[in-house]
């Protein structure tokens, strides 16, 4: 166990609907970070929040959004869902050192099925 | 855009011989670089990482190597053991960026190893 939790581990859901990732982070680490892996593709980041604020935003789309509530969990938000969609999704977290994140600790991601 | 490239989707080696997973870069910037290893069903985990002041860093049975003017690293296992199996991801980051790459790690495709006994 990673102490980085999320939910949930599997989602099937069919082309144009919405679905909610969520994720716990380690107790103490501020930063979570949202990351996609797709088939035959590297981990491709997403987004990531600090402390309940964005911080950096990498190819995320539009259909796409997350928050980092007061009690440091966070959610993506996936809509109008296409079968491309189908990915891991991971969350990771970490805490900065001299103000950057030299490593993080992911949870065991949450995959996706578009159908 | 690929910034970081792990050109071999899978290797197989004999256990208790050398494994070498390779990476290669493009962005200048990068000064920091880490290896993950991921299995099935669960995700990466941290392994070890080099700072671009060093050109190798060791760990145990894990070194990693930095050819800054090549823009290529590398992890090597050694012995490699059969619980070693598993995806590798190599990941870049530089450390100086603010604005919307703070805190971003630039993952490669990953490369499966796989130890055979």
């Known amino acids: 166990d990673s102490g980085v939790t999320q939910t949930p581990k599997h989602l099937i859901t069919a082309t144009g609907q919405r679905v909610t990732l969520r994720c716990s982070p380690r107790?103490?680490?501020?930063?979570v970070y949202w990351y996609q892996q797709s088939l035959d593709q590297g981990l491709q980041f997403l987004i990531q929040?600090?402390?309940?604020?964005?911080?950096a935003k990498g190819n995320i789309l539009e259909r796409f959004s997350a928050q980092q509530f007061p009690d440091l969990h966070s959610e993506l938000n996936l809509s109008s869902l296409e079968l491309g969609d189908s990915a891991l999704y991971f969350c990771?977290?970490?805490?900065?050192?001299?103000?950057?994140?030299?490593?993080?600790?992911f949870g065991s991601g949450t995959r996706l099925t578009v159908v | 855009d690929q910034q970081v490239k792990q050109n071999s989707p899978s290797l197989s080696v004999q256990e208790g011989r050398i494994s070498i997973l390779n990476c290669d870069y493009t962005?200048?910037?990068?000064?920091?670089f880490l290896w993950y290893k991921k299995y099935p069903a669960e995700g990466p985990t941290f392994l070890i990482s080099?700072?671009?002041?060093?050109d190798k860093n060791e760990d145990g049975r894990f070194t990693v190597f930095l050819n800054k003017s090549a823009k290529h690293l590398s992890l090597h296992i050694v012995p490699s053991q059969p619980g070693d199996s598993a995806v590798y991801f190599c990941?870049?980051?530089?450390?100086?960026?603010?604005?919307?790459?703070?805190?971003?790690?630039?993952f490669g495709q990953g490369t499966i190893l796989t130890v055979h006994p």
């Open positions: 929040y600090y402390n309940g604020e964005e911080r």
């Open positions: 990771a977290s970490s805490v900065p050192i001299r103000g950057f994140n030299y490593g993080y600790t």
């Open positions: 080099i700072s671009s002041i060093k």
């Open positions: 962005n200048s910037m990068f000064d920091y």
């Open positions: 107790s103490g680490d501020l930063s």
């Open positions: 990941a870049a980051s530089d450390t100086n960026a603010g604005g919307t790459s703070y805190g971003k790690l630039t």
